[in-house]
């Protein structure tokens, strides 16, 4: 098969690799519909992640080809989706609702789902089949359900939003876009997009903000106050992992308010006095993407959200190296590979 390998920093190759097998008797195989490059691959990609010949992808969507002899939910060309650590959805820290820590996860990065074909660890707990074969235009969105808008509804669950709520959201790629769309659906009354490019603010106000302020650092926080009494946001969400914006996100938040925090987190760090006296929650984390999926796939079936939008540029796998270098130069927002 044909797979996505990162050499090294901005050195994305596409080439001929071995077939997945059952390897586990949990496992499946599948053959994906779609893939996509996430914005987390852009830190190996800018060199401020090891990588080092690395098979890259981890969000994917497809039909199962093959089953192991333990699968029992699934079978030979259910259409599924999955998301970015495999779980078993029995143990304690699954049935509490957090499959992204499952005490039997396995990362999907490692073998890369930038390909035409993926081994799925823990089939039955990670895999979920959608109610038939989709509609083609279905796909993007299911895609999307099975990383960036369930990080995105994540940190939106974990920073409270709710019916009455303001809600602001820092960042403006892929995932605090979805970010927006999750606080929509779970009732946010105010939704207050940061973002400073035209495009990604259109595509927020389409998925429900209702005000965008494009100052950062101090005169971000200043005007999301100024927008909300002086108090702060209800709810956060912080979905970039830098200093700044997780600065932002914290002093942008009321006393007694919530953060959901999403963007992989790279050299933060964040001041015990400051945050003794922001009197904010803070939660966060790799999103338990698992969690939302039926309940995401259903809402896309229906046709009552379309987080597929935000892909804005499709290219064959073939042509990766091309998608990445339009993510880190901006001129896309995130890439869906054909495969
Ligand atoms: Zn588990």
């Known amino acids: 098969m044909r797979g996505v390998i990162m050499y090294a920093p901005g050195d994305v190759r ?14 499946a195989v599948i053959r994906l519909a779609a893939t996509c490059i996430c914005g987390s691959d852009l830190w190996p990609y800018r060199g401020a992640e090891p990588v080092d010949h690395t098979p890259m992808g981890h969000e994917y969507v497809g039909v199962v080809t093959e089953i192991g002899a333990a699968v029992a939910t699934l079978k030979v060309g259910d259409f599924v989706v999955g998301s970015f650590f495999t779980s078993d959805n029995t143990c304690e820290i699954c049935r509490a609702g957090y499959p992204s820590h499952c005490v039997r996860r396995t990362p999907i990065g490692r073998e890369g789902t930038q390909a035409e074909f993926a081994r799925i660890p823990n089939a039955d707990g990670t895999l979920v089949a959608t109610p038939g074969q989709p509609d083609a235009d279905l796909i993007p969105s299911l895609l999307a359900a099975s990383d960036v808008l369930g990080t995105g509804w994540f940190a939106a669950v974990a920073a409270q939003v709710g019916p009455g709520k303001t809600v602001a959201v820092v960042g403006d790629g892929a995932v605090g876009l979805c970010g927006i769309l999750a606080a929509k659906q779970l009732g946010a009354e105010r939704i207050i997009a940061m973002s400073r490019h035209a495009d990604r603010q259109a595509l927020a ?18 005007r ?3 927008l ?26 009321r006393a007694g308010g919530h953060v959901g925090f999403v963007g992989v987190s790279h050299d933060v760090s964040i001041d015990g006095k400051g945050l003794f006296f922001s009197g904010v929650h803070l939660h966060g984390g790799p999103a338990p993407v698992r969690r939302f999926l039926p309940e995401l796939i259903q809402l896309i079936w229906d046709r009552e959200i379309d987080p597929g939008v935000v892909f804005d540029l499709t290219l064959p796998l073939e042509d990766a190296a091309e998608g990445y270098r339009a993510m880190d130069e901006r001129r896309a927002t995130k890439v869906l590979l054909t495969v």
């Open 228 to 253: 909300t009494g002086g108090l702060g946001a209800h709810s956060v969400i912080e979905a970039v992992g830098t200093q700044d914006a997780m600065d932002q996100a914290i002093r942008s938040t």
């Open 14 to 27: 596409v080439e001929d690799r071995p077939d997945p097998i059952i390897v586990e008797p949990t496992d």
């Open 205 to 222: 106000r389409r998925f429900g903000a209702t005000d965008i302020v494009e100052e950062r650092g101090q005169d971000g926080i200043a």
């Open 224 to 226: 999301v106050k100024e």
